[in-house]
């Protein structure tokens, strides 16, 4: 976990520069190197199983084709979510929420931050809910996304659970962002890198308005850098292991050297 700088490491789609993004090998790989958070992405099946994966269709990142909406559970669930990345991970499937959910259940220390893609019926949204409650996970879990039907289904289906607000660059604050994060009484509102580029004011509105800021998505030192110079809560990023790195590293140059005696 990190520690003293107060930003939180969180692994976009897993450890997701070493290993296939949104499998089970890439999640794995974010524990292994202490992000705080793990961030993957679902979509609804046709049966209304949550399946972790980022595109619409499948056939970017598995040896299948389609629409992942056309699919059961199962079938999604069958596709070879690995050799696109590398031979090495060949075999390695798609993977389901309750899989990534059950695993981090049994593995402390990282924490997930789920993205719903999608409009999420109440339904389809009470079956995400209950997935992460079946792993006992509902409490170590945010849930974020830019559908505002989803977003509301999901403080619908539950009035506690911790949901995010997905920002992209061409939002205007004022009059989408923070009325639809306040009517969900959202734990974070998460914008794209560009957005505070161009107006770091944005972390201190969304602050004063009681929420938590977790920018997306930065692979660099300097990017980085001016991301804690503007108080973000923490840093989304295909880089956990350089990054958690990176803040140690800055933690100790920014420690006092001990008195001589």
Known sequence: MTAEPGVLVVAHR??????????MPAVEGAWRVGADLVEVDVRMSADDVPVVIHDETVDATTTGSGTVASMTGAQARALDAGSWFSPRFGGHRVPLLAEVAGFLANHRGTDLLLEVKGDLTVPQARAVLATLEAAGMQERTIVQTFWPQTIRALRTVDPHVRLGLLVGSHVAPEEVMLPLAAEVDAF???PRYDLIERDPGVVAAIHAA????YVWTLNEADAWRTAVAWGVDGIITDRPDRLAGWLTATTAADRPAPAVV
């Open 14 to 23: 897993g450890n997701s520069s070493a290993a296939p993004g949104n499998t």
């Open 188 to 190: 974070a509102c998460n």
């Open 210 to 213: 009681g929420m938590q800021v």
